[in-house]
C-alpha cells in the first residue's frame, strides 16, 4: 500500500542539527511532490517546504531559509529534510506529506517524527 | 504567524450542520485552490476536501467545501461524535508569506 515511512523521535541541543528521513513506497516516487509540515506541541500547522522528487528542486517557507534543507535519494525512495541552528522554537512534531495534484492537498502523511530541543 | 484566518471553535449537536470559514486574501484564497484537513487528536492530518470542493476517495459526502472570492468555508451536514477535530484549511501563497500556508485552525466539538 502507499505509504510515508518516517525516521524515530530525535532529542537535540540547541545549536544542534537534525535529519529527518521520509522513505516512501506503494506508488512511483517521483510522480509526486513532497511537503515537510510541523506542528509545535498544542499548535497548529506550519509548512515548511517542498521538494520535487524528480529533479530534486526545493522551495522553502521564508522564515527558515538558510536553516533547513530537503534532499532526496531516488535509489531508496527516501526524501530528507534537515534543519539546522536548532532553537528550543523547533520543538515539534515533523510530517512529510505527498502533494496529490501539486495544488497543497496532502493526501499521504508520514507517522509524525518527534524532534525536541533542549539542553 | 498565519495569514489564513479560521475561528478557533466550532460546535453542534449530533445531527446539525457546522460550518467553518477560512479567511484569506487576493494572493492567496483569492487566486489559488483551497484545501481542507482533518486531525483528530494525536494523529497526523488527513485530507477532507481538495480544489475547494472536491471529495478525495473514502470521505464522506457530509463535509463539502466551497470558496469565494478571498474567503472559503467547509459545511460538516448530520454531525457526528467522530468529527470532533480540529480542522485546517490550506493554500499556496502567491506572496512573501508563501509558497504555502496552513489556516489557524478550527476545533469542532460536538456537544
Known amino acids: 500500500q502507499v505509504q510515508l515511512v518516517q525516521s524515530g523521535a530525535e532529542v537535540k541541543k540547541p545549536g544542534a542539527s537534525v535529519k529527518v528521513s521520509c522513505k516512501a513506497s506503494g506508488y512511483t516516487f517521483t510522480s509526486y511532490y513532497m511537503h515537510w509540515v510541523r506542528q509545535a506541541p498544542g499548535q497548529g500547522l506550519e509548512w515548511m517546504g517542498i521538494?520535487?522528487?524528480?529533479?530534486?528542486?526545493?522551495s522553502y517557507a521564508q522564515k527558515l531559509q538558510g536553516r533547513v534543507t530537503m534532499t532526496r535519494d531516488t535509489s531508496t525512495s527516501t526524501v530528507y529534510m534537515e534543519l539546522s541552528s536548532l532553537r528550543s522554537e523547533d520543538t515539534a512534531v515533523y510530517y512529510c506529506?505527498?502533494?496529490?495534484?501539486?495544488?497543497?492537498?496532502?493526501?499521504?502523511w508520514g507517522q509524525g517524527t518527534m524532534v525536541t530541543v533542549s539542553s | 504567524q498565519s495569514v489564513l484566518t479560521q475561528p478557533p471553535s466550532a460546535s453542534g449537536t449530533p445531527g446539525q450542520r457546522v460550518t467553518i470559514s477560512c479567511s484569506g486574501s487576493s494572493s492567496n484564497i483569492g487566486s489559488n485552490t483551497v484545501n481542507w484537513y482533518q486531525q483528530l487528536p494525536g494523529t497526523a492530518p488527513k485530507l477532507l476536501i481538495y480544489s475547494n470542493n472536491q471529495r478525495p476517495s473514502g470521505v464522506p459526502d457530509r463535509f463539502s467545501g466551497s470558496k469565494s472570492g478571498t474567503s472559503a468555508s467547509l459545511a460538516i451536514s448530520g454531525l457526528q461524535s467522530e468529527d470532533e477535530a480540529d480542522y485546517y484549511c490550506?493554500?499556496?501563497?502567491?506572496?512573501?508569506?508563501?509558497?504555502?500556508?496552513f489556516g489557524t485552525g478550527t476545533k469542532v466539538t460536538v456537544l
Open positions: 506529506a505527498r502533494d496529490l495534484i501539486a495544488g497543497f492537498a496532502f493526501d499521504i
Open positions: 521538494i520535487n522528487p524528480s529533479g530534486g528542486s526545493t
Open positions: 490550506a493554500a499556496w501563497d502567491d506572496s512573501l508569506n508563501g509558497p504555502g500556508v
